[in-house]
């Protein structure tokens, strides 16, 4: 088994101050998607996603184990509600050397 780290990722999610899902309910749903639009019917539906090559530093490559300005790629994706409004944001940064990206969005 090879234990070369793939990807770092930091997401926020945008909701309001009273959605509190328990740890089990995000377990159950995989997700904090599902408990947001039971909880409080608001449906994240729409992505928009940045992508480009980059060389990592400071806490990219020490996140990856890389050398200085070994390549990545990063993926920055905004989540957008239906009426268009922002629902929450992630960053990924990936090993240019095993990136593969398929870029669908139908919720």
Avoid at 11 to 31: I, K, M, V
Avoid at 68 to 79: A, C, D, H, K, S
Wanted: glycine content about 8%.
């Amino acid at each position: 088994m090879n234990d070369e780290k793939l990807v770092s990722f930091k997401g926020y999610q945008c909701s309001p101050a009273e959605f509190e899902p328990t740890s089990r309910e995000l377990e159950d749903a995989g997700s904090a998607f599902d408990p947001l639009h039971q909880q409080r019917n608001i449906d994240l539906t729409r992505s928009e996603h940045h992508v480009w090559a980059s060389g990592a530093k400071g806490e990219d490559a020490a996140a990856l184990d890389l050398s200085e300005g070994e390549p990545i790629m990063v993926v920055e994706t905004l989540l957008l509600t239906r009426d268009g409004r922002s629902g929450g944001w992630r960053r990924a940064i990936h090993r240019a050397d095993d990136f593969n990206y398929v870029f669908a969005s139908n919720w």
